[in-house]
């Protein structure tokens, strides 16, 4: 007998889980079918964020924060350490401690919601009588009915062709976020934002990192004048980085990996690691849906083929998250998640793709919203820049961490702010006073003429906004 809902959702990382639990605020009965594995079998809702991704990376990034703030930074304020030691397996159990209490905490969401959550792999039947079949497998297997399917089923590493991920000493997000101890020498290969924010956790506990970047330009997608800022700062951080490489065979060393390649000029080069991360991209994942059965339309990586509504090419199938085009974020999956649900009660959920942020969050932090000043220009829009460095703001100073800068971009004639580029302390939290001013089509001139706390990083906002029209007061 199968068991029939309103709304069946695929897959529980950001876009699911919430899209499940916003269709059951709506009053829907809904399912939630997702499965990811914890160590001892049991489910692990959340997804790649959680597991693999957002939440354990962050977890890493603020233990290794506070290694070296302890190593290099405490004796400025007159802390003396001795000692200093690192426990690098403590600090990867309590980064799964911390990914158990987020697993556990969506389960009790979808418990307060009246969510059904079915712990297996979901994938199309066929089409039946009102709707869709859909079958679970694995640890509960059932079968499912619901006239509405919004498929998350998110997405995983892309791995160098012939060159699988073991995890042992070619690491995808995966093993790199369980490395068993510092390693010496690291290599990356990709300067994405994982890339980056992976190398920072292990640079800060002291491996000799190297970055393999195929691109020509450090930060491609980030504002010139802010990629060129943190590049300064990595630099100044032991960062090596490598632009416009091409990378050869990749080999098992004696110990670890041996990364043959050639450099920007031309040059034959080898890359001798004890571990290597790949992460040079992620690829949607579309293989255990069994999407042919139903005639599902996915495009030629594999994403599923939707429209700008999160509608796929059937009828009350719906596909939000890395499984459709768009910023691979997990904010940007939840919004489409909670629009979609809307959708079908039909309401007119809604999201602005202009105004999702994104953030690095390596040391400095960058963060931006909205056009940077090369796409403005390839626009034609004729625009204003204010800057304000976070050299001149008190708390930074405070803080004892001034790099960077706030940076905000308005049209030339009518002031709104079309872009907002934070590169420096707190960038992460930051953008989210541009969010909403963008969101509310603010201009320059409001932000310069709100009331910001003093002594806060948010003044630099403030102060940037103040340098559109040219009139700063702490610079
Ligand atoms: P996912 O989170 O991938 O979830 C999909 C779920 O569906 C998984 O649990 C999967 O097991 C399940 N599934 C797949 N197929 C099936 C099936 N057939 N049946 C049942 N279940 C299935 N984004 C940010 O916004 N901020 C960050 O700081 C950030 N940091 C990141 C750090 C790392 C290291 C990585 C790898 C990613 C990071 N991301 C970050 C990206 C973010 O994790 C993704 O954008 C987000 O998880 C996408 O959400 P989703 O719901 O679409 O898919």
Redesign the pocket.
Same mark, same amino acid.
């Given at each position: 007998m199968s068991k029939n809902f309103d709304v069946i959702v695929?897959?529980?990382?950001?876009?699911?889980y919430i899209a499940a639990i916003r269709a059951a605020q709506l009053g829907f009965t809904v399912a939630c079918? $997702?499965?990811?594995k914890n160590a001892a079998g049991g489910p692990a809702?959340g997804?790649?964020?959680t597991n693999?991704?957002?939440i354990p990376?962050?977890a890493l990034l603020q233990s290794s924060e506070h290694y070296e703030h302890a190593a290099k930074h405490f004796a400025d304020h007159g802390i003396s350490v001795s000692g200093l030691t690192m426990d690098s397996a403590k600090m990867i159990a309590r980064k799964d401690a911390v990914v158990k209490q987020n697993n556990d905490g969506i389960l009790y969401l979808f418990k307060k919601n009246k969510v059904s959550f079915f712990h297996?792999?979901?994938?199309f039947v066929k089409p039946v009588e009102g709707g869709y079949e859909i079958a679970v497998t694995g640890a509960q297997a059932e079968t499912l009915t619901a006239k509405q399917i919004i498929v998350?089923?998110?997405?995983s !590493?892309r791995a160098l062709p012939g060159v699988p991920f073991d995890e042992e000493n070619v690491l995808s997000?995966d093993g790199a976020?369980r490395i068993g101890g510092v390693p010496k020498k690291l290599g990356l290969i990709g300067s994405g934002v994982?890339g980056l924010?992976?190398g920072s956790v292990w640079r800060r506990l002291g491996a000799e990192v190297t970055v393999l970047e195929a691109m020509p330009t450090f930060l491609g997608a980030v504002d010139e004048q802010i990629a060129k800022e943190a590049r300064k700062a990595f630099d100044k951080q032991g960062l090596k980085v490598e632009l416009g490489v091409k990378v050869g065979e990749i080999k098992a060393a004696k110990k670890g990996v041996s990364v043959a390649y050639t450099n920007a000029k031309g040059e034959a080069q080898t890359l001798d690691v004890d571990k290597l991360i790949v992460s040079i991209g992620r690829v949607p994942?579309t293989n255990?849906?069994n999407a042919e059965a139903v005639g599902l339309k996915l495009d030629d990586r594999g994403a599923i083929v939707v429209d700008d509504e999160c509608r796929t090419s059937l009828p009350g199938v719906w596909a939000?998250? $890395?499984?459709v085009r768009g910023p691979?974020? !997990?904010?940007k !999956?939840e919004e489409e998640g909670v629009a979609v649900a809307e959708r079908i009660a039909g309401q007119h959920g809604h999201v602005d793709f202009n105004l999702v942020p994104w953030?690095i969050?390596t040391s400095p932090e960058i963060a931006w919203v909205g056009k940077t000043e090369q796409q403005l220009k390839a626009d034609g829009v004729k625009y204003k820049a204010g800057t304000f460095p976070f050299l001149a703001n008190g708390r930074a100073r405070a803080l004892g961490d001034t790099t960077g800068m706030v940076k905000m971009l308005a049209d030339a004639a009518t002031d709104e702010i079309l872009g907002v580029h934070v590169v420096g302390p707190m960038a992460s939290e930051l953008i989210a006073e541009a969010c909403v001013a963008m969101a509310f089509r603010a201009s320059s001139e409001d932000i310069a003429r709100i009331c910001h706390a003093h002594p806060s990083l948010s003044e630099s906002t403030k102060e940037a906004a103040l340098a559109v029209d040219k009139r700063t007061l702490n610079f």
């Open positions: 695929i897959g529980a990382g950001p876009g699911g079918i $997702d499965e990811w809702p997804g790649t964020c693999v991704g957002c990376s962050k297996g792999r979901g994938s998350a089923t998110g997405s !590493a997000n976020l994982i924010e992976m994942n255990g849906l939000v998250g $890395d499984v691979m974020l !997990a904010h !999956a953030v969050y």
